[in-house]
């Protein structure tokens, strides 16, 4: 089974700052997916970014980056220049791929605050 | 743009009471799923469903549960007989391609709340 960890509940930061929320997983996939999903307080949660396992290169989506380490199991979401919109809940997870339909574990997510 | 549609956003019922979850899955998206989000917890994925049939499902996805396509457009989640521990938030996603993708896309939530 996989697991998804988001050591962060929740973070802070000033509007035009760069925030980095951490993600670590555990499986013994080697093919895979990995997501951001981002959680605004309507409730709907929205793609971010995704990132496959067997790319080496991060992926990028303008302000928002991923530095994926598939030996370390981690995935950080790095957001640039954060507005006010960014607030939002931030789920990492993770998906096997091998065709089909599996579900998408998550993480318990960061609560992320952006202060004018 | 098309989006994933929930009704009802909000439900509340008694304990015992059967409920029925309603989904309205993007048009040409081929696989559907149900996920939960208990207050203050994490998304848990409950059920996918592919081809009029279930494909995978979650160790919380007992008996009680029972997802149907009835007609083509409709995606329904069902809980036979509530619990308490059954309110949560209830995401509905579709995807086009499953896992050869990993996109999923989902509906707002239907707020669960059983008394």
């Known amino acids: 089974a996989q697991t998804v960890t988001q050591s962060q509940p929740e973070m802070s930061v000033q509007e035009a700052e760069t925030v980095t929320l951490s993600c670590t997983y555990d499986?013994?996939?080697?093919?895979?997916?990995l997501f951001w999903y981002k959680q605004p307080p309507s409730r709907q949660m929205i793609l971010v970014i995704r990132q496959e396992a067997y790319k080496q290169q991060n992926a990028t989506e303008n302000r928002f980056s991923v530095n994926f380490q598939k030996a370390a199991k981690s995935f950080s979401l790095k957001i640039s220049d954060s507005q006010l919109g960014d607030t939002a809940m931030y789920f990492c997870a993770f998906m096997k791929r091998r065709g089909g339909a599996d579900g998408l574990t998550f993480g318990k997510g960061t609560h992320l605050i952006i202060q004018p | 743009e098309p989006e994933v549609t929930q009704t009802p956003s909000h439900q509340v019922t008694q304990m015992g009471q059967e409920v029925i979850l309603r989904c309205v899955p993007i048009s040409n998206h081929l696989y559907f799923y149900w996920y939960r989000q208990i207050l203050g917890q994490k998304v848990e994925f409950l059920v996918s469903?592919?081809?009029?049939?279930?494909?995978?499902k979650s160790e919380i996805f007992d008996d009680q549960f029972s997802v149907e396509r009835p007609d083509g457009s409709n995606f329904t989640l069902k809980i036979r007989s509530t619990k308490l521990e059954d309110s949560a938030m209830y995401f509905c996603a579709s995807s086009i391609a499953g896992a050869n993708t990993g996109e999923l896309f989902f509906g707002e939530g239907s707020r669960l709340t059983v008394l």
């Open positions: 499986t013994s996939e080697n093919n895979y997916y």
């Open positions: 469903f592919y081809n009029n049939e279930i494909s995978e």
